[in-house]
């Protein structure tokens, strides 16, 4: 069976039924391998020049040397990132990887000696250590691309690498669209279905291998539900209007979507197109972070939480104790609210309410002076000192150090939901939500209470989203302490 044709008995199945009943095999996420092979070229190259240093014997000392390791593994790292190897159409390719690898930390360790001499200083002690060095660190990076590629060339076999992708449309422009995905595809997604509005007339029930799942309207909970990666839009052009109608439900979501241009009679510039296999798209709108962002995302999301926790542990201990001094009831307090890709997860808090007060839902936005919340609490809201555990979300991997604040599922401005207030309010979760944001440091923290605030908190996180860079992140956290003196809205 072809590895972008889902099993026969998720093709039988009802929409209502498809979650329960599919048969498709585990995914691998791709951010993860990315990451996992990232994390081993820096601690390749970063032990393998101490163990260098310390067998062979250097003049530097241990900082020097630790610095030293840190700049070539940052170059080395940066440089394959340059040449687009921290993907996994490279990251198949082992022997290629290999000798790239090699070539870069080659340079990287050059770079050492040049700028040893430049510095005036006798490079020459440095020959041995700079010669196990490469030899130890390429025999480690090489190892770990062995390892990486045999286990992605595994997943691909078993279609646990594939991308998942719907259909919007029907009939015989996505019957002869499918046809040609068929033929040079096939490894890279699996096709769950189609959506399409049109009776079985004009849009049959069944296209090829494929049953039609549900109607446009079905499509954005389908693909939140499934983690759908992929749209495919096969409508022909002159469905203008019902493009234009289908994208403004769609575009919300953490999904690239692509206009098949298969069938098109406008040909334009290759590079204007995306392919899937030899098939042509137009490209309507992209995940906001590509896999390498992710993993780099996620890598300084784990770093940074573990250390913040380490570093913060007194004052846990200090804010424990005068929680439980202050009221009875937990030191903790766990509130349900919105995800990445809406999926909700139980932020931690501090308890910073009376216990038999506590609202979970966030049903009433805590105001000035609100009677509920306890005397210690009011000292940890106004300095966020209350949102602190939840870095241990961040460690668990269900918020980052920096994005869209996660609010309550319930919460409302002006009497009005938040997602019925402001239009593509949702689009805010098509990244993980964060602990820090964009709108947290330009003063747009606290009660929500007017449709004003959270129309700035949504378009400083559209802001943040469509920016993003590992700068921008560390920008952000820098700024965040500064930020916390701004007390104004936070009761």
């Not at 992605?152 to 009939?171: N, Q, S, T």
């Not at 197109?273 to 972070?289: E, K, Q």
């Not at 939840?390 to 980052?400: A, D, K, M, P, T």
Request: overall charge positive.
């Amino acid at each position: 069976m072809n590895a972008h044709v889902p099993p026969p008995e998720f093709l039988a199945q009802d929409y209502s039924k498809l979650r329960a009943n599919a048969k498709l095999p585990p995914r691998i996420s791709q951010p993860r391998v990315i990451a996992a092979v990232l994390v081993a070229d820096f601690l390749a190259v970063n032990l393998a020049g101490v163990a260098a240093a310390i067998s062979v014997g250097t003049q530097m000392t241990a900082t020097t040397v630790t610095v030293v390791c840190l700049i070539v593994s940052a170059f080395v790292i940066a440089a394959l990132q340059w040449r687009y190897a921290y993907t996994i159409p490279a990251l198949r390719n082992g022997v290629r990887q290999i000798a790239e690898s090699g070539q870069w930390l080659f340079l990287g360790l050059a770079a050492v000696i040049v700028a040893t001499f430049l510095l005036g200083k006798d490079a020459a002690p440095l020959r041995g250590w700079i010669a196990l060095w490469f030899a130890g660190g390429w025999c480690l990076m090489a190892t770990a691309r062995v390892a990486a590629s045999a286990l992605i060339a595994r997943w691909k076999r078993e279609g646990r690498l594939v991308r998942r992708a719907v259909v919007a449309g029907g009939g015989q422009t996505a019957a002869d669209l499918i046809a040609s995905l068929d033929k040079t595809a096939r490894d890279t997604i699996s096709i769950l279905g189609l959506f399409d509005d049109r009776g079985e007339d004009r849009s049959p029930e069944v296209v090829g291998p494929y049953r039609k799942l549900g109607q446009f309207e079905d499509l954005a909970a389908f693909c939140r539900e499934e983690n759908v990666d992929l749209i495919i839009i096969a409508l022909p052009p002159t469905a203008e209007e019902r493009v234009l109608q289908l994208l403004k439900k769609l575009w919300v979501l953490p999904i690239d979507i692509r206009i098949s241009a298969h069938a098109s009679k406008l040909k334009l510039r290759a590079r204007a197109y995306n392919y899937i296999g030899d098939v042509p798209f137009l490209p309507l709108f992209d995940r906001p972070m590509s896999d390498w962002a992710i993993a780099v995302k996620a890598i300084e999301d784990r770093v940074i939480a573990a250390l913040a926790l380490l570093a913060l542990s007194p004052l846990f201990a200090v804010v424990a104790i005068a929680i439980k001094r202050d009221s009875r009831g937990p030191v903790f307090f766990r509130q349900q609210r919105y995800g990445f890709n809406n999926e909700p997860i139980r932020v931690f808090k501090f308890r910073s309410m009376y216990a038999d007060q506590s609202d979970m839902k966030a049903s009433k936005l805590v105001t000035k002076d609100d009677p509920r919340v306890t005397r210690v609490g009011r000292f940890i809201r106004k300095t966020s000192i209350d949102e602190l555990p939840q870095l241990i979300n961040v460690l668990r991997g269900e918020l980052s150090l920096v994005g869209p604040r996660p609010l309550a599922m319930q919460a409302k401005a002006d009497g009005v939901t938040y997602d019925d207030a402001v239009e593509g309010y949702f689009a805010r979760h098509r990244v993980k939500p964060g602990i820090t944001g964009w709108a947290q440091i330009n003063g747009w923290r606290g009660e929500t209470d007017t449709l004003d605030k959270i129309e700035q908190r949504v378009q400083h996180d559209l802001h943040y989203i469509d920016n993003w860079s590992l700068g921008f992140d560390l920008y952000i956290l820098l700024k965040t302490p500064m930020s916390l003196l701004d007390t104004r809205n936070a009761y």
